[in-house]
Nanobody, 123 residues
């Protein structure tokens, strides 16, 4: 069974950086796409970034393009989200997700989610 565990959240001042990690287990992920979503208070969960596990192809939401970088370590079975130039509007609970289907993943239709980690950006 797929298990995803996020870590690395916290509080940072605007303009600062954080790196989130997502440790994946319970499956062979070579055929998977993995990604990050976030949900701010009172808002719907939104797509942030995705990566193809084997090839490393990436895609980003326009709101984070140029500031966030998604990557993965195939040996450690861990995905990362490096977040730079953080803004107040980046405050949210961040979730990692995985799915064999790219479409299901980016649409948030996957059954495989982590528990979430809070990121708070302060002024």
């Amino acid at each position: 069974q797929v298990q995803l565990v996020e870590s690395g959240g916290g509080t940072v001042q605007a303009g600062g950086s954080l790196r989130l990690s997502c440790a994946a287990s319970g499956h062979t992920f070579s055929s998977f796409y993995m990604g990050w979503f976030r949900q701010a208070p009172g808002k719907e969960r939104e797509f942030v970034a995705a990566i193809r596990w084997t090839a490393g192809n990436t895609v980003y939401a326009d709101s984070v393009k140029g500031r966030f970088t998604i990557s993965r370590d195939n040996v450690k079975n861990t995905m990362y989200l490096q977040m730079d130039s953080l803004k107040l509007e980046d405050t949210a609970v961040y979730y990692c997700a995985a799915d064999p289907s790219y479409i299901r993943l980016v649409r948030g239709l996957t059954d495989y989610w982590g528990q979430g980690t809070q990121v708070t950006v302060s002024s």
